[in-house]
C-alpha cells in the first residue's frame, strides 16, 4: 500500500465521508460492573481484583445497581427506549487482557435502544446525530507492552497484564451512521463527543476523562463515491476503526486523517481495507491494529450467569424526574438569565468557560462581569500559556471579588489585571495582591487636584486650547495627571475634574 | 461393625452422644481411604491433616457443651470440581493441576459451617465431562460393586468413595446426571436440586444454565441432611433463590413412615421404553409396585417433546461448556505450554496450552458447542435447543398439572465395563438420557436404589416440580424404606468386599 | 445432514483457540458429524412461535449495591499465574515480528 493521503478538500470534493462513533465511558460508580472491587484509578498492579475479575475459575458475577441506574438516566437523557427486558449475554474472543476469554456485554435488547443528541457546532448550526443504542459491558484488563518500541505492540518483547481495569463498568453508546456532513464531517465528530461528554458530566455518571481513558472514542470512518443526486442511495464504502482516540482534538484530526488516507487509497485504485486502526498523536496518523477481514465470529448467547433486567416502569419514571437540566436547555436558560446571545453563550461554551461564568454569578458577580474577566483576560492568559481556563490558578470566587472591587470603584481596570496577575502569581486573593501591592483608586480628590493643578501648570498650552474649545487636547493632561499618580487614579473622574477645573 | 458401614444419621448421633469422637470416626475413614482407594481411585487428593484438626475442633467445642449444627463431625469428601481454599482443586483436568484456590467454593464454606471435616476432593470426568469418570485427567474411577466397571460419571468418585465406604457423605455436581447416574450404577443415593436451590459458586463451571450442586450419599435421610446444609440463597450467585429453602430434612422424615396414600406419581411414557435395558425396566416396574402398595396412584404421563431433550441437551452444554471453558489459557492459572517456542506469542502460547491440557472428552465439546454458537448455526443449533426447552418445561407443566412426583428409571443401564463407550461418544452421552429433562427445565430429582441386575445396581429416579425438593425426598424416603424392608437390609449393605474383588483380579 | 468437514473443525478448533494435531482434527470430524447429524434433530421440532428459554428459573433483577468489598491482595492475585514479574501477570508478546 503506497498510495499516499490525498489532500483533505480534494478528498471532500470527490467523497463523501460517513461516519460512526462508538464512545465507552467509564462509570463513575464505587465498584465494578459484576463484582464489588473498587475502581479508583491509579491502584498498584492486580490489587483491585477479586476471583470474578481475574476469571478464576467458578467465580461468579453480580451486577451492580448504581451501573444499571446510571445507564438508564443516560438513556432517558438520549430520549432512548428503555426495553423492558434487558439481558446480558457473553462475547467471545481470546486476549490475554480478557480475564474469562469472554465478555460480559449486551447484544439483544440493550439497556438503551435509539435516541440522539443534538450537537451544536462552532457557528451554532445544530447536527442532529441518532443514537442507535447504548449498552452496558465490563471493561478488559490493560495490556502493557515491553521492550521494542516503547509502548508499541509490534516488535514488543513480552506483556505485563494488569486486572485492576477488568470489569470496570462501562457503557458504550453507538450512534448510527451519520452522513452528508461533507467537509465538517471532523467537526460534527469532535462536537458530537464534545456533546456526549458533556452530557455524562452533567448527568454525574463519569468523570469522562478523556486523557485517563475513562472516555474513550473508536471513530468509524467509510469514504463512499460522490454522486449528483440520489447520494444516499449510494452504498457505505469499507470502513476502518479507529481507537486510541484519546482527546477532543484528536477526534478531529483522527477523523480527517482518515478521509485522506483512504481517499488516496480509493484514488489509487486500491481498497480500504476493514480493520481496526489506532490514532497516534505523535506522527499524526493511525497505523494498522487487527485485520477484520476474517469477519470475527464472537458466539454470543445469553449470559448464563447473569439474570435479565426488568426496569419497573415507576422506576424509570423516577430516575426520568431526577434527570439534571440537560446541557442544551442550560444554555438556553443562561443564555436568557444573562442576557447574552447564542453567540456569546457558544463562544463560553467553546472556550470551557460557561461553568466558569456561572459559578462566578453564583459567587455574586454580575454575568457581564463574569462573562468580561474569563473570556478577556484570562482567556488570554490561558491561551498564552496554552493551558485551559480551568487550570489556571484562580477561582470562580477569587474572580468574582474582583469583580466586586471594581463595580465598588475600589480598583480600575487596569488596577484589576495587576491584581488578577497576583493572584495567578499564587500572592492570593485579589483583594489580598490589592492590599499587598497596595493598589488603589486615588479617589481623594484634593489629592488629584494638586495633581491635576501641577499639570496645568506644566502644560499652559494645552491648557489654553482646551479652554478654547479643543476638548480632545483633555486627554494629554489626563494622561500626565495618570502618570504622575502612577495609574491609581481613575481616568474618567480625572478627566471631569480637569473640564470643570478649566471651566468647559 | 465398622463406624465406616454407619451412616452419616447414624455417626452423627454417636458423636451427639458422645460414644465417638469425630476424630476417631474421621480417622476410621481415612483408614479405610487407606485400605481402599488404591483399587478405588476415588480420591484426587486427600486431606487427613485439615480433616484431623476440624475433626478435633469439632469434639473440643462437643466437650464443652457448645452448640453444634447436625452434621458437626460427620466427614464428607468433595467432588474436585468445587474449589477449596488451600487444597489442590483440579477439576480433573491436567491444565489445572496445582491450582490451589485462594477462597473457597460458598458450598464448601457451608459444609466449613456444618463443622464437616473435609476428607478430601474426588474424581470426576474433566471438568465434570463424561459419564464414566474415565475421561479423568488422573486415571478413572473404579466401581465398588465390581472394580472392572464404571462408577458413572461425571461424579463417579463421589458416588464410589460414599459406596466403599470411604466417606459417608459427598458433594457432587449434576449437569445432565452426574450425580444421579453414578448413584445408580453404585447402589447409592444422589440428588439435583432444584436449579438456584444450592449456590453455585466456586465450582467450576460446565453447563452454567444446568449444573448444580448437591448431595451423594447413602440413604435419603443422609442426602436430605446433606442438602439442608448446602441450600440457601447465595448473593453471590445471580441464579440462587433468594427464598427459605424447602423443608427437606422433614419432608425426608415423613417419607420413611411409608405412607404416600393420595400421593399421584406420574410415570414418562417416553422415558421407560426404547434404550433402557430390561432388567433395569423390570427392577422399575417393581418399584412401581412397592409405591402402589405404599398407596400412591400410578399413571402415565406423556411428555413428546423429551423426544428431543438429548439433542437439546447436548447442545446447550457444550455450547455453554465452551464458553466455560474459555478462561483456561496459561495465562491467571493454571498450565502454559509453548512459551519458549521460536516465534511464540500469546495466541500461540494459548493454542498450545490448551491442546496440551485439554483432555478428547473436553476438545471434542468445546468444538461442539464452538460450532453450534458460531455465526450461522446459532439459530438452528443453539437457539432451537433453547426453544426445545421451553417445550420441555410445558410438558412438565402439563405433568404437574395431573400428578405431583414423576418416576422414571435413573439410567438406561448398569454399570458397564472399563473402556467400553470411550471411542463412542453418542452412547456415552446416552447414560444421561433419564436425568437430562430435568436440568433441562431446572426441577429437581435424585437417584436412589430400585435393585440389582445380574449382581450390579440399578437406580429409580424420582422427579418433582420446581423449587419442591421436599416432595421428591418424601417419596423416595418411603420407597427407600419399603424396598430396604423388602431386602432384608440396605442395598449397598451387600455390595462385594472390595479387598476380596481386587484378589481375585492379582489373581486372574 | 451436516457436514463437518476437517476444514470445518480447523477453523472451529482456530476460534477455540486448541492446537489440534492432524490426527486429532480427522477423528473430531468423523465424530462431529455423527453427534450433529443425532442432534440436528432440534431445529425441526420448534418454530417461530415458541420462545427461547435461555434459564431453567426465571428470575429477574438480581443486583447488588454499590458497595466496595476486600479485595485480593497482589500475591493472592498472581498466586496461580504461570508467570509473573513487578506484579503483573506476564504473557509471551502479543503480535509477532512487524509484517
Not at chain 1, 442532529?128 to 452496558?136: F, K, L, P, T, Y
Not at chain 1, 477561582?395 to 463595580?407: I, K, P, R, S
Not at chain 3, 412461535?49 to 498472581?78: F, G, K, Q, W, Y
Amino acid at each position: 500500500m503506497t498510495a499516499l493521503p490525498m489532500d483533505f478538500d480534494l478528498a471532500i470534493e470527490r467523497f463523501d465521508p460517513v461516519f460512526g462513533i462508538e464512545t465507552h465511558v467509564e462509570l463513575n460508580t464505587r465498584t465494578k460492573l459484576l463484582c464489588p472491587c473498587p475502581t479508583t484509578f491509579g491502584a498498584p498492579p492486580n490489587t483491585q481484583t477479586c476471583p470474578a475479575c481475574l476469571g478464576l475459575p467458578g467465580a461468579m458475577p453480580v451486577l451492580n445497581a448504581a451501573a444499571v441506574e446510571s445507564a438508564i438516566r443516560l438513556g432517558l437523557a438520549l430520549g432512548s427506549r428503555i426495553p423492558s427486558v434487558s439481558p446480558f449475554a457473553r462475547k467471545h474472543y481470546f486476549y490475554p487482557d480478557l480475564a474469562k476469554d469472554y465478555q460480559i456485554t449486551q447484544n439483544v435488547n440493550p439497556i438503551c435502544i435509539g435516541g440522539h443528541l443534538d450537537v451544536e457546532l462552532d457557528d451554532g448550526e445544530v447536527v442532529r446525530v441518532e443514537i442507535d443504542h447504548a449498552h452496558m459491558e465490563e471493561d478488559a484488563a490493560k495490556n502493557t507492552h515491553i521492550g521494542g518500541t516503547a509502548g508499541r505492540i509490534h516488535g514488543a518483547d513480552y506483556t505485563l497484564v494488569d486486572y485492576n481495569r477488568s470489569g470496570m463498568p462501562l457503557i458504550e453508546i453507538v450512534t448510527c451512521p451519520v452522513e452528508g456532513t461533507g467537509a465538517r464531517v471532523a467537526e460534527v465528530a469532535r462536537a458530537y463527543v464534545a456533546a456526549l461528554r458533556e452530557l455524562v458530566l452533567a448527568l454525574d455518571i463519569s468523570d469522562a476523562r478523556m486523557e485517563q481513558g475513562s472516555m474513550r472514542a473508536d471513530v468509524n470512518l467509510s469514504l463512499r463515491e460522490k454522486v449528483a443526486v440520489d447520494q444516499d442511495k449510494v452504498p457505505y464504502g469499507k470502513r476502518s476503526e479507529t481507537k486510541n482516540v484519546n482527546s477532543l482534538r484528536a477526534i478531529e484530526r483522527a477523523a480527517r486523517s482518515e478521509v485522506c488516507r483512504q481517499a488516496g487509497l480509493l484514488a489509487a485504485g486500491e481498497p480500504v481495507v476493514q480493520e481496526t486502526r489506532h490514532w497516534h498523536e505523535d506522527i499524526d496518523a493511525t497505523t494498522p491494529g487487527r485485520s477484520k477481514e476474517h469477519a470475527e465470529d464472537y458466539r454470543y448467547f445469553p449470559e448464563p450467569d447473569l439474570v435479565p433486567i426488568v426496569p419497573d416502569p415507576a422506576w424509570i419514571e423516577e430516575l426520568r424526574r431526577g434527570l439534571p437540566e440537560l446541557p442544551a436547555a442550560r444554555r438556553r436558560r443562561l443564555a436568557r438569565e444573562w442576557g447574552l446571545s447564542d453567540r456569546e453563550i457558544r463562544d463560553a461554551v467553546n472556550a470551557g468557560a460557561l461553568e466558569l461564568i456561572d459559578a462566578t454569578v453564583k459567587a455574586g458577580a454580575t454575568a457581564a462581569a463574569a462573562r468580561k474577566w474569563w473570556m478577556g483576560e484570562l482567556a488570554r492568559v490561558a491561551n498564552e500559556r496554552g493551558v485551559g481556563l480551568e487550570e489556571l490558578a484562580i477561582t470562580a470566587n477569587d474572580v468574582a471579588e474582583l469583580a466586586a472591587l471594581v463595580a465598588d470603584g475600589q480598583l480600575t481596570d487596569k488596577l484589576a489585571r495587576q491584581a488578577l496577575a497576583g493572584t495567578l502569581a499564587g500572592e492570593g486573593s485579589p483583594a489580598a495582591v490589592a492590599a499587598a501591592r497596595g493598589l488603589a483608586v486615588v479617589s481623594d480628590d484634593s489629592a488629584l487636584l494638586a495633581a491635576i493643578d501641577e499639570a496645568l501648570v506644566a502644560m499652559p498650552d494645552v491648557a489654553e486650547k482646551v479652554r478654547g474649545g479643543k476638548v480632545q487636547a483633555i486627554g494629554a493632561i489626563v494622561g500626565a495627571v495618570m502618570k504622575a499618580t502612577r495609574g491609581q487614579a481613575d481616568a474618567a473622574k480625572v478627566r471631569e475634574l480637569i473640564a470643570s477645573r478649566l471651566g468647559v | 461393625m465398622s463406624l465406616t458401614r454407619l451412616t452419616a444419621v447414624e455417626q452423627a448421633d454417636l458423636l451427639a452422644r458422645k460414644q465417638v469422637s469425630s476424630e476417631e470416626l474421621t480417622q476410621a475413614h481415612l483408614d479405610r481411604i487407606d485400605e481402599v482407594d488404591s483399587h478405588v481411585h476415588a480420591f484426587l487428593a486427600v486431606s487427613p491433616d485439615q480433616a484431623l484438626a476440624e475433626a478435633r475442633s469439632v469434639d473440643h467445642d462437643r466437650a464443652t457443651n457448645q452448640d453444634l449444627p447436625p452434621l458437626a463431625g460427620v466427614p464428607i469428601a468433595v467432588k474436585d470440581l468445587l474449589a477449596t481454599k488451600g487444597i489442590p482443586t483440579t477439576a480433573g483436568s491436567k491444565i489445572l493441576e496445582g491450582w490451589i484456590p485462594v477462597f473457597d467454593a460458598t458450598v464448601v464454606r457451608k459444609v466449613k459451617q456444618a463443622r464437616m471435616p473435609i476428607l478430601g476432593k474426588t474424581n470426576l470426568d474433566e471438568f465434570a465431562m463424561g459419564s464414566s469418570t474415565e475421561f479423568s485427567a488422573f486415571g478413572p474411577t473404579h466401581n465398588p460393586w465390581d472394580l472392572t466397571r464404571i462408577p458413572g460419571g461425571s461424579g463417579g468418585g463421589s458416588a464410589a468413595a460414599v459406596a466403599a465406604f470411604e466417606a459417608p457423605l459427598a458433594l457432587g455436581s449434576d449437569t445432565g446426571g452426574s450425580i444421579r447416574q453414578p448413584a445408580a450404577v453404585t447402589g447409592t443415593v444422589g440428588a439435583k436440586p432444584t436449579y438456584g436451590g444450592v449456590s453455585r459458586q466456586g465450582g467450576v463451571a460446565l453447563a452454567s444454565s444446568l449444573d448444580q450442586v448437591g448431595p451423594a450419599a447413602r440413604t435419603v435421610l443422609d442426602a436430605a441432611y446433606l442438602h439442608e446444609a448446602i441450600a440457601g440463597w447465595d448473593p453471590k450467585d445471580s441464579t440462587s433463590l433468594n427464598e427459605p429453602p424447602p423443608a427437606i430434612v422433614h419432608a425426608a422424615k415423613l417419607g420413611a413412615q411409608g405412607d404416600l396414600t393420595g400421593m399421584r406419581i406420574g410415570v414418562v411414557t417416553q422415558l421407560k421404553g426404547e434404550g433402557y435395558e430390561p432388567g433395569v425396566l423390570q427392577r422399575f416396574e417393581e418399584a412401581l409396585e412397592t409405591l402402589r402398595g405404599l398407596g400412591a396412584s400410578i399413571e402415565e404421563v406423556d411428555c413428546p417433546s423429551f423426544d428431543y431433550s438429548f439433542a437439546a441437551y447436548c447442545l446447550i452444554m457444550a455450547s455453554e461448556a465452551s464458553s466455560n471453558v474459555a478462561r483456561f489459557e496459561g495465562i491467571r492459572h493454571g498450565l502454559r505450554v509453548g512459551e519458549d517456542e521460536p516465534g511464540a506469542t500469546a495466541m500461540t502460547m494459548m493454542s498450545a496450552t490448551r491442546a496440551a491440557g485439554f483432555g478428547p472428552e473436553v476438545k471434542r465439546r468445546v468444538i461442539l458447542g464452538t460450532y453450534a454458537l458460531s455465526a450461522g448455526y446459532y439459530d438452528a443449533y443453539y437457539g432451537s435447543a433453547q426453544k426445545v426447552r421451553t417445550l420441555i418445561q410445558r410438558d412438565f407443566a402439563a405433568a404437574w398439572e395431573q400428578t405431583d412426583a414423576l418416576v422414571t428409571p435413573a439410567t438406561p443401564f448398569t454399570a458397564f465395563p472399563l473402556g467400553e463407550k470411550v471411542e463412542n461418544p453418542l452412547a456415552m452421552y446416552l447414560c444421561d438420557l433419564a436425568t437430562i429433562p430435568s436440568n433441562l427445565a431446572g426441577i429437581p430429582g435424585m437417584s436412589l436404589p430400585s435393585g440389582l441386575v445380574d449382581g450390579l445396581p440399578a437406580g429409580i429416579q424420582v422427579l418433582a416440580p420446581v423449587r419442591r425438593d421436599e416432595v421428591m425426598y418424601r417419596v423416595a424416603a418411603a420407597l427407600e424404606a419399603a424396598l430396604t424392608a423388602q431386602w432384608g437390609s440396605p442395598l449397598w449393605a451387600n455390595a462385594p468386599d472390595i479387598l476380596r474383588q481386587s484378589g481375585k483380579e492379582d489373581a486372574r | 445432514m451436516s457436514d463437518i468437514t476437517r476444514e470445518e473443525v480447523a477453523r472451529l478448533a482456530d476460534l477455540a483457540k486448541i492446537a489440534l494435531t492432524s490426527a486429532e482434527l480427522d477423528r473430531l470430524a468423523g465424530q462431529l458429524d455423527a453427534i450433529v447429524d443425532a442432534v440436528a434433530v432440534v431445529s425441526g421440532a420448534v418454530d417461530e412461535s415458541i420462545p427461547a428459554t435461555s434459564h431453567p428459573i426465571e428470575l429477574t433483577n438480581v443486583m447488588r449495591e454499590d458497595i466496595p468489598e476486600p479485595c485480593l491482595t497482589n500475591e493472592e492475585s498472581l498466586a496461580a499465574a504461570p508467570a509473573a514479574e513487578d506484579g503483573f501477570f506476564r504473557v509471551p508478546r502479543l503480535m509477532g515480528e512487524t509484517p
